[in-house]
């Protein structure tokens, strides 16, 4: 989707607020804590159907509101798309796509596609499974709208599930329940495995390739899917065969470690643990990568992310860097430039002469919730003015 608009209303610092993009690059300037990363932030809620920085609703409505309003306007596929998301300090958040309401966020998959990377992004690297987990979840969410609805189901059954580990102890008839928690994550964790499987086999080819010309072929970058013993797949065979064969294992692995679940009250077999592991020349990027290895196989990870999806999509997403560009030397900063030519990004920063002008790009400067646009609009003149 090419964005062409987006409105604010008690959305974080914004009170009302209107920022217009141009379809290549769009420089967000301001200084810090002025409201760049919120605008950022509107564009993930709407495209991965949470914030990038797993706040919850209420933490996003502006101090003192009720209720925030994000609505994004632009084109999809050739056609003109209007999607609004109000969220509610008490009660649920309502989504539409040109006015029909959705049931699940999850159903905007395909719709608006974003990837973001930022500088906490270093942990995907460095970081925990979670992170990772994470990030997988965010992009394929994106893909198939059906992995979205899959991952709530298998985030309930395990918030389920531990609840019945903790207090089985205490009230032993509550694990009466215990099998059937398990054969739902089993049946959801499956899916979740396979298609990430899949997409971790297809990014990996392409996060090296991009590797290796970021880093002047000087090192090799390796992405590798690590899921429970017997449950392996590369989600290449037909979803529906892969995906009863993945239960299977996993049913078997739930039944080995039933008994040392209910001792320790805790979940020790299932998707929820998977990862991906990162080799930068054959070694664990975790824990031996330096600060540059980190940054650079991060930077591939992201910049492959939006390729493939692109593929995927037939359409770029949206490329979202948050103050990233500051952090790169010249060489990586140049390469990422000429990287994210043929789609739109939205890339903020501290000052405006900071990141080259891009040509027929646009440039806007937030400051205290307010937007000011100096640049092209799609289709228009280069102007100035203030987007309210």
């Known amino acids: 989707m090419i964005l062409e608009s987006i409105e604010l209303s008690n959305f974080r610092n914004y009170g009302a607020a209107r920022a217009e993009f141009s379809p290549g690059a769009n420089v967000i300037s301001g200084r810090n804590a002025q409201g760049k990363t919120n605008l950022l932030e509107a564009v993930c809620l709407l495209a991965r159907g949470r914030s990038h920085r797993g706040a919850r609703d209420r933490d996003m409505i502006r101090f003192g509101e009720d209720s925030a309003r994000v609505e994004a306007r632009g084109s999809a596929f050739g056609r003109e798309m209007v999607i609004e998301a109000r969220l509610?300090?008490?009660?649920?958040?309502?989504?539409?796509?040109?006015?029909?309401k959705l049931s699940r966020p999850g159903e905007l998959g395909g719709v608006i596609s974003a990837v973001m990377f930022e500088p906490e992004d270093l942990e995907l690297v460095r970081g925990g499974a979670a992170e990772?987990?994470?990030?997988?979840d965010a992009c394929i969410s994106q893909l198939r709208p059906g992995y979205a609805s899959a991952l709530a189901s298998f985030n309930r059954l395990y918030a389920g599930k531990l609840k019945i580990l903790r207090a089985g102890r205490e009230k032993p008839s509550l694990l009466g329940a215990l099998d059937d928690y398990n054969h739902g994550l089993c049946r959801y964790g499956a899916k979740l495995i396979f298609y990430r499987a899949s997409f971790v086999r297809?990014?990996?080819?392409r996060a090296a390739e991009v590797h290796r010309e970021c880093s002047g072929g000087e090192e090799t970058l390796e992405l590798i899917y690590r899921t429970e013993r017997g449950a392996e797949t590369d989600g290449r065979g037909s979803a529906p065969e892969e995906i009863r064969a993945v239960a299977a294992a996993l049913e078997a692995r739930q039944k080995e470690r039933r008994e040392h679940e209910i001792v320790s009250g805790t979940c020790l077999t299932g998707a929820q643990r998977d990862d991906v592991e990162i080799l930068i020349d054959k070694i664990p990027a975790r824990a031996f990568a330096s600060q540059g290895q980190a940054r650079t196989a991060a930077l591939a990870v992201k910049l492959a992310e939006r390729e493939l999806m692109a593929e995927e999509l037939g359409e770029a997403p949206v490329l979202l860097l948050d103050d990233v560009l500051s952090e790169l030397d010249e060489t990586r900063r140049?390469?990422?430039?000429?990287?994210?030519?043929?789609?739109q990004s939205l890339i903020t920063c501290c000052e405006p002469g900071e990141i080259p002008f891009p040509e027929g790009g646009?440039?806007?400067?937030v400051e205290n919730g307010a937007v000011t646009r100096r640049g092209p609009r799609i289709g228009g003149a280069r102007e100035a003015g203030e987007c309210t």
């Open 202 to 205: 297809k990014l990996a080819g």
């Open 362 to 365: 646009g440039a806007l400067r």
């Open 88 to 100: 509610r300090r008490a009660g649920r958040r309502e989504t539409r796509r040109n006015g029909v």
């Open 132 to 136: 990772r987990r994470a990030e997988l």
């Open 334 to 343: 140049e390469f990422v430039l000429r990287k994210i030519r043929g789609g």
